[in-house]
């Protein structure tokens, strides 16, 4: 163990003692249609790190291939702490790439932008007064290392590609909510170590064709802070595609979503729900600006990484330029989502609205009538067009929540407070047996998706009714307060209707199966005599026997009817009953515990 300690640091030792005296030779490969490797690309980000003082490169956690996952960062006066570089009042721009790895433009954009920084390019270095940026080389590590010429066989490049799903075949731009990843959790630690105030994710997209050989996806504004929010809406994003425009031949447009599977993009265009299984929806409930860029499948790869290269430059460059105000509004942001009390966790888009949005396409020819069946349409390239269209961007919310004062977890569900403490949620344990007042969830509905997604049957349409009851709780269970920087991440996991919630991904599914049975029957006579001796039921019973037919025909029914008054009902509590309770009133002699460990046990 000592031996690997010196060793280590004689390492370092040597690293820094080579810094600026190495020769850099990286060997890009993207003007020849191929994207480097894996280990061509830790091997560039070696080098990069070895030769430049203001880089480097650190291993940050596993990934479920078993290699390490990177994280690269580049800081203009070598300070590595985001603590520190946060006092410096410095903004934190993170990348990542190659969650598919089939869709590589952004590996290696990221090491060329990062070279021509640390060499500084075009005075490419004075954005590094302001900004220090952090480059995750590639996410899913194993899909990289698997490559073919058949993955993404429509693509126009790479000649080989990586494969879209990771080592468990799951797809890591769905896994943000839920972790079930080590990529997930490493990625996680990432991102709340460094706290970024701008986040990208680079990824390719095929569907309809146009002109752009870059489209940007960014995290809706509505979900945003207010401020954060106005800001995003009416100078960030204006300003990037400004920018792109001016600066770049490629220039940049909204990612195409039509609101027509159908129709036409002369129809208009909508904004993307991105729900926080998504990269840049998990980022935008931390107060992130977050972007995933989506490069044009039919567009040749040489132009898609040069047209990446181009946004690092302006989306860094806005960065710099406004640092002090996305600063400021991000330091206020994740003050005031603390006293937060109402949270949105779903929304719908307001087709009434729209803006006008430049764009330059391909005229789209349908297929004859006859040939629908074996044939599809076309984008005529003889027939480029630009005209104005409408864009879609305005959401609203559809399921509102106010948040109680905490959230309380009894023990035997340790593995969702796991998930919620690789997020920073603050956790506290119980320290004695208590009874709350709390609110209480009943599963009232839930449909089950039919198809699997992520190896989930998702729960979708949840209903739940609400109850205010006293429950028992043990020494040992867990108290989620709701004054947290987390706040948004912790409501949209814990209440079950939202989308995203540990409850949609099947965590609880055993709270909704049927409890022990008990016939109805056995109960007959006991129930009649309490029907005897109760009239205000019996009148509830006849009056309901007048107004519903089949409840008149329905001996079982009627049963049913009395025992969901009796006093033996009280044994079905527990029937659907959501486990995760919110504690409106923190009683005054709490007595708890705070938790410092990133993994809980039971106790
Ligand atoms: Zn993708």
């Given at each position: 163990m000592k031996h690997t300690l010196v060793f280590t640091i004689a390492c370092l030792l040597t690293i820094t003692a080579c810094k600026q005296s190495d020769e850099v030779v990286i060997n890009f490969k993207y003007d020849d249609n191929l994207s480097l490797e894996y280990h061509e690309v830790i091997d560039a980000y070696t080098q990069l790190a070895n030769h430049y003082p203001e880089a480097?490169?650190?291993?940050?956690?596993?990934?479920?291939?078993?290699?390490?996952?990177?994280?690269?960062?580049?800081?203009?006066?070598?300070?590595?702490?985001?603590?520190?570089?946060?006092?410096?009042?410095?903004?934190?721009?993170?990348?990542?790439?190659?969650?598919?790895?089939?869709?590589?433009?952004?590996?290696?954009?990221?090491?060329?932008?990062?070279?021509?920084?640390?060499?500084?390019?075009?005075?490419?270095?004075?954005?590094?007064?302001?900004?220090?940026?952090?480059?995750?080389?590639?996410?899913?590590?194993?899909?990289?290392?698997?490559?073919?010429?058949?993955?993404?066989?429509?693509?126009?490049?790479?000649?080989?590609?990586?494969?879209?799903?990771?080592?468990?075949?799951?797809?890591?731009n769905r896994d943000f909510a839920k972790q079930e990843t080590e990529n997930a959790r490493s990625f996680a630690r990432i991102f709340h170590n460094l706290n970024p105030d701008v986040f990208l994710d680079t990824h390719t997209t095929n569907g309809s064709d146009?002109?752009?050989?870059?489209?940007?996806?960014?995290?809706?504004?509505?979900?945003?802070?207010?401020?954060?929010?106005?800001?995003?809406?009416?100078?960030?994003?204006?300003?990037?595609?400004?920018?792109?425009e001016k600066n770049s031949e490629y220039g940049m447009i909204p990612y195409v979503r039509m609101t027509n599977y159908f129709g036409d993009i002369k129809d208009g265009i909508m904004g993307y729900n991105d729900h926080p299984f998504y990269s840049t929806g998990y980022a935008a409930l931390f107060n992130c600006y977050s972007f995933m860029t989506e490069n044009l499948v039919y567009k040749y790869f040489p132009d898609r990484v040069r047209s990446v290269i181009d946004f690092l430059t302006q989306l860094t460059g806005f960065t710099y330029d406004n640092c002090s105000e996305i600063r400021k509004l991000k330091d206020e942001a994740d003050r005031?989502?603390?006293?937060?009390?109402?949270?949105?966790?779903?929304?719908?888009?307001?087709?009434?609205?729209?803006?006008?949005?430049?764009?330059?396409?391909?005229?789209?020819?349908?297929?004859?009538?006859?040939?629908?069946?074996?044939?599809?349409?076309?984008?005529?390239?003889?027939?480029?067009?630009?005209?104005?269209?409408?864009?879609f961007t305005k959401y609203d919310p559809v399921l509102i929540v106010t948040k109680p004062r905490a959230y309380i977890i009894p023990q035997a569900w340790s593995d969702i407070v796991n998930k919620l403490r690789r997020n920073e949620v603050c956790v506290y344990r119980l320290d004695e047996d208590t009874d709350f007042e709390v609110e209480t969830y009943y599963i009232e509905n839930v449909e089950h998706s039919q198809r699997t997604n992520q190896g989930h049957y998702v729960n979708n349409n949840v209903d739940v009714r609400l109850v205010k009851q006293v429950m028992p709780y043990y020494k040992g269970d867990y108290v989620i307060f709701t004054n947290q920087h987390a706040n948004k991440f912790i409501v949209e996991m814990l209440e079950p209707r939202a989308p995203n919630s540990y409850f949609a991904w099947n965590y609880f599914d055993p709270i909704i199966e049927s409890h022990d049975f008990y016939s109805i029957w056995g109960f007959q006579d006991q129930l009649m005599e309490m029907l005897e001796k109760n009239e205000e039921l019996r009148t509830q019973l006849e009056k309901k026997k007048y107004e519903d037919i089949s409840f008149k025909n329905d001996q079982m029914a009627q049963l049913r009817f009395i025992y969901e008054r009796s006093p033996m009902y009280e044994i079905e509590k527990y029937n659907r009953l959501y486990p995760v309770t919110r504690l409106m009133q923190e009683p005054e002699d709490l007595k708890i515990k705070a938790v410092t460990s990133t993994v809980v046990e039971s106790e």
């Open positions: 480097r490169l650190v291993k940050m956690g596993k990934t479920d291939i078993g290699k390490p996952l990177h994280l690269f960062m580049i800081s203009g006066d070598r300070d590595f702490n985001p603590e520190s570089i946060r006092k410096k009042g410095r903004c934190i721009v993170l990348i990542n790439n190659g969650i598919h790895p089939g869709e590589p433009e952004g590996i290696d954009a990221s090491i060329q932008f990062s070279w021509d920084v640390l060499r500084n390019k075009n005075d490419l270095k004075n954005i590094l007064d302001s900004v220090v940026i952090g480059i995750i080389p590639v996410y899913n590590i194993g899909g990289a290392l698997d490559r073919s010429e058949y993955y993404r066989t429509n693509q126009n490049g790479p000649i080989y590609n990586g494969r879209r799903r990771n080592a468990r075949n799951l797809d890591l146009h002109q752009y050989t870059i489209t940007l996806i960014a995290t809706l504004y509505s979900k945003l802070d207010t401020a954060m929010g106005k800001f995003f809406h009416d100078k960030m994003l204006p300003g990037l595609y400004e920018r792109m005031k989502i603390k006293e937060q009390e109402v949270f949105h966790l779903n929304w719908e888009i307001d087709m009434s609205y729209s803006e006008d949005l430049l764009f330059k396409g391909y005229e789209y020819v349908r297929p004859e009538r006859s040939e629908r069946m074996r044939s599809r349409g076309y984008y005529d390239h003889n027939r480029p067009w630009i005209d104005t269209i409408p864009y």
